[in-house]
């Protein structure tokens, strides 16, 4: 296939983009800024609000996979332009090209779209894609975690040094960023099923807690490690403290205090991928240590 990519330069799109090459598909992909030469990749330099580079993006492809967004913003004006008016962007783009195919990568946040500006951003670009007209799959993909990624490597290097501090008691899904990419990569098939919205994981039934997670964080890394849940009353104010001290470069904000809190992340068996079209392939305890020596082998343990 021809597929058009957004967010290939990100932590799930660059390895979304090394499966689509490898499975021998002709990928075009956005950037904003220059990159060198990619066997199977056509860069195109641009943004989500370039109307020319969008169109340049999507002109003769089979589908578009879009996996774009703001996942941290200052203010609901932050998140909106990210994951609502790019992906508005995308879906025009997209529909003036001829392109029937699109999946989209939301969040489970966008169940709780009164809990965060992110999950309500995240909830509104699905109804977007759902009213497109498109034949359209939206992916909520839970926790996801695997080489290169900068989100989860503050709690590996917290196991590592034996104390791991956690939101107030939960559950929460996880899945690997290579089965991830390998059912977007199912989903952009011309005879995958359409109007599907799908929660996958790694199978494990009922989730993770938190201190399972924890635990399993510490076991990758052959350490031990005592889980600490931090109250949510503390968060609030770290997050506040947080934004005092790097303004809108807070990394802790009240909006992901509020995600991170809520008690129940995990998937909806009902809503899991169709067995016939995907799968889980890489237990999570394996994929979590093959994560720690990634991080290692790259100097970010």
């Given at each position: 296939m021809r597929l058009a990519i957004t967010g290939a330069t990100g932590f799930v799109g660059s390895r979304l983009l090394r499966h689509a090459v490898e499975q021998?598909?002709?990928?075009?992909?956005l950037t904003r800024s220059s990159r060198s030469?990619?066997?199977?990749?056509?860069?195109?330099?641009?943004?989500?609000?370039?109307?020319q580079a969008l169109q340049r993006l999507v002109e003769g492809a089979d589908a578009v996979i879009h996996v774009a967004g703001v996942i941290n913003a200052p203010d609901a004006a932050g998140f909106d332009a990210g994951n609502v008016t790019g992906t508005l962007a995308v879906l025009a783009a997209a529909t003036a090209s001829g392109v029937h195919r699109f999946v989209h990568v939301s969040s489970l946040a966008a169940r709780e779209p009164k809990l965060s500006l992110y999950g309500a951003s995240k909830?509104?670009?699905?109804?977007?894609?759902?009213?497109?007209?498109?034949?359209?799959a939206i992916v909520r993909p839970p926790a996801v975690y695997g080489p290169g990624d900068r989100e989860t490597l503050d709690?590996?290097?917290?196991?590592?040094?034996?104390?791991?501090?956690?939101?107030?008691?939960?559950?929460?899904?996880?899945?690997?960023?290579?089965?991830?990419?390998?059912?977007?990569l199912a989903l952009a098939a011309e005879d995958a099923p359409t109007q599907l919205l799908v929660e996958p994981d790694d199978a494990r039934e009922g989730g993770w807690t938190h201190r399972e997670f924890a635990a399993a964080l510490a076991a990758a890394q052959e350490r031990r490690a005592l889980s600490v849940p931090?109250?949510?009353?503390?968060?609030?104010?770290?997050?506040?403290?947080?934004?005092?001290?790097?303004?809108?470069?807070a990394k802790l904000t009240p909006d992901r205090a509020a995600y991170f809190c809520h008690p129940d992340w995990t998937v909806d068996p009902a809503r899991r991928p169709p067995e016939t079209l995907w799968k889980a392939e890489i237990p999570t305890l394996p994929g979590l240590a093959d994560t720690a020596r990634w991080y290692q082998r790259h100097g970010w343990l």
């Open positions: 021998g598909h002709d990928v075009v992909a030469e990619k066997q199977g990749v056509t860069w195109v330099q641009g943004a989500l609000d370039n109307r909830a509104r670009s699905e109804e977007l894609v759902q009213r497109s007209g498109l034949d359209w709690l590996f290097k917290a196991a590592r040094l034996g104390v791991v501090p956690l939101p107030p008691k939960g559950r929460l899904s996880l899945i690997h960023v290579d089965d991830l990419s390998r059912l977007l931090i109250p949510a009353g503390l968060i609030r104010l770290g997050a506040s403290i947080d934004g005092l001290l790097r303004r809108g470069k």
